[in-house]
């Protein structure tokens, strides 16, 4: 990278943890490849050995299932949504160490509870396959991601109440096109203005810190190239922060398949609920 574009990027702190060359060859070459490898395998070694028949599970299939695709246009959209959710998270990430042992729990772990699911609450005879839970781990992740990164670089004073903020605003925008009763519909608004007031100083915090950047001419002598990737960084990040009407639909039935909600749902819960409990045991140590 160029050393003035990576100096103006790194105003925005971003890329700040000092990845290694092995971290983006395995992140953004190794795992793609592996998953377009897995699916141009032959159908007879994939329904032996890889794909997930929730009837007949195997071992090696509870966690293979969860690394192959149905067809060329699940593989890309897993593909690249997975690279997007990733070029995001290795811009706001602040602990690396942290990341590694998350992506490693959402790699070895999740595979496993994703297609135990399946298996037994579905009661589906279709077989089950998709990298879409992991992707979905990753997604709630970087909501992680973005509070950590506010948190050293913005307002240190920012608490989990941000997080609260943004999860509420997805089960609003979730359950906003679902057949809900109105009192579910009435508690998470409720809930979700609650954590919004509770993070109104962050919020000013934020208008302060976009009057002063835009005021002080920054915006104005910052060269294009830089300014245009932090808008892209920025616009990318607000999308899939509330990412989670992607993954649960209000049409799970479509002309590829049948789209997992339950894999995509644990997934997200796995990404929240492990990173919780991760940043607490690091606090123990």
Known sequence: MDISLKEGINKFHFLSVGWKDTDIFLLFLFIPSLLLMLFILPDYLKFDH?????????????????????????????????????????????????????????????????????????????????????????????????????????????????????????????????????????????????????????????????HSFFGSGLGRSSSKLIMFYSLIVYLLLIYFLVGLPLLIPEEVVRETGIINSLGHYIGYVFGLLSTLMLEQVNKII
């Not at 589906?124 to 997604?139: K, T």
Request: aromatic share 22%; charged share 10%; hydrophobic share 55%.
């Open 50 to 210: 890889l794909i997930l028949f929730p009837s007949d599970p195997k071992i090696e299939t509870l966690f293979l299932s969860n690394y192959v695709h149905s067809s060329y246009s699940h593989l890309m959209g897993n593909v690249i949504s997975y690279l997007v959710i990733m070029f995001l998270i290795i811009n706001f990430e602040t602990d690396r160490r942290f990341f590694i042992i998350s992506f490693l729990l959402f790699s070895f772990i999740l595979p496993f509870i994703v297609s135990f699911s399946m298996v037994y609450f579905t009661g589906l005879l279709l077989p089950v396959q998709g990298y879409s839970g992991i992707v979905s781990a990753l997604v709630a992740y970087l909501m992680f991601v973005f509070y950590r990164y506010c948190k050293k670089y913005y307002y240190p004073q920012v608490g989990h109440e941000f997080v609260y903020f943004l999860i509420f605003l997805n089960l609003f925008l979730v359950i906003f096109h679902l057949h809900v009763s109105i009192y579910m519909y009435l508690s998470i608004s409720v809930l979700l203005l609650i954590t919004a007031y509770l993070n109104r100083s962050f919020f000013d915090q934020v208008s302060l810190k976009l």
